[in-house]
């Protein structure tokens, strides 16, 4: 038996903390000693842990002043070596940035697993203070650490070519498990509002995620006002939350298109699969991911896919063939659509809502997927192809495998 913490960021609906859980409830079945440690613990958490939760803050850090984030960032380290002793640890395996960091400051002896989700080099060009942490971890603190997982050949090459990171030995490519007995199970249950389940009478496009600048949804919306032009009874359904600056610049982009009618923000759900289950089409039009999980989870309950190439981690999940990523129009795959990149370089809330090429033809795609039958019958017909790399016994097992 192993004696396991898992650290998350926190406890929302993004596609680390619904891994973690993963993991979580897969370790406990198999009879080991888990515990899931959330660096920031809030009241609206989505995911929880039951008794074996633990927390280092019941503060998000916008609720924080500079000094009192500086004092976490030093007091975490302590606390998280204290934790590690006092349950007598064996293996960590933490998701994101900062739990990396973390883990490899505490100078403990367990086998030390960090992960990373998302194409850094994008997200690093954001000068904030944790870029500058992980920017330095990465010729540094990282070496502590026993094994670094990717989840995507992309992400990998991105952090050796144009991340500096030095300690390229660590590096393994390990995609993100899904128990697809339960996401298939959870997407029957019924949806218990009206009001809500009403909104799937119509064509409906749906985003799930943090409405972050990484996710980027003013595309999803500049492209949406081309789709309703031509289709006027169509639906964009948002689920999940995020930064209120986003909040509000989307919302007062839908009211300078006039789309009030059209678009809907449902905010978080415990259960998200029973809402994918239902859509027309999944919508990501990221300037930087990893390998979203969304997109294994929409091709498991055979919901098309429509996202933007922001890293060749997408066309890693969605085609089964080595493409180039398109740049000039899109290219329907066996998992649905690819579009081209939307990322201009420059990560934030935009300055103009001047249309980009990209989103004409992000719209394109979404009208041809809402029209077209291929699309869902191509994905039944790969699907088992598409999501035999993902089986979660394979990926626990190689994630803890003994470096």
Known sequence: MKRILLIVPYGSVGGMERLAFSFYTFLKAKGHYVKALKLMKLDNDIIHFGGDELFLSKKDFHEMTKSQRASFYINSIFKLRSLIKKHKITHSISFGALPNIFSSLTFTKDCKIASIHALKSVELSNPSTLSKLTKLAYTSSYKNLDKVVCISNAIKKDLIENCNFKF???????????????????????????????????????????????????????????????????????????????????????????????????????????????????????????????????????????????????????????????????????????????????????????????????????????????????IRKNKSRLLEKFDIEKVVDSYLKEV
């Open 168 to 378: 390229e030995d660590k590096l393994e490519v390990i995609y993100n498990p899904h128990n697809f007995i339960e996401i298939e199970t959870k997407a029957e249950l019924p949806i218990t509002s009206v009001d809500e389940l009403a909104l799937f009478n119509s064509p409906t496009i749906l985003f799930v995620g943090r409405l972050s600048a990484q996710k980027s949804p003013w595309h999803i919306i500049n492209a949406f006002n081309f789709v309703v032009k031509e289709n006027p009874e169509t639906k964009l359904i948002f689920i999940g939350d995020g930064d209120m600056r986003i909040q509000e610049y989307l919302e007062k982009l839908i009211k300078d298109y006039g789309l009030e009618q059209n678009i809907f923000f449902l905010g978080r759900k415990s259960n998200p699969y029973q809402y994918l289950s239902k859509a027309d089409v999944l919508i990501l039009a990221s300037h930087y991911e990893g390998t979203p999980n969304v997109i294994v989870e929409a091709i498991c309950l055979e919901t098309p896919v429509v996202s933007s190439c922001c890293t060749d981690g997408i066309i890693e999940l969605m085609s089964l063939k080595n493409i180039n990523a398109p740049t000039k129009s899109f290219t329907e795959v066996e998992g649905g659509i690819i579009t081209p990149n939307l990322f201009r370089g420059k990560l934030g809330i935009p300055t103009t809502n001047d249309a980009q090429y990209e989103e004409k033809i992000l719209a394109n795609a979404l009208l041809h997927a809402l029209k077209s039958d291929n699309i869902k019958e191509r």
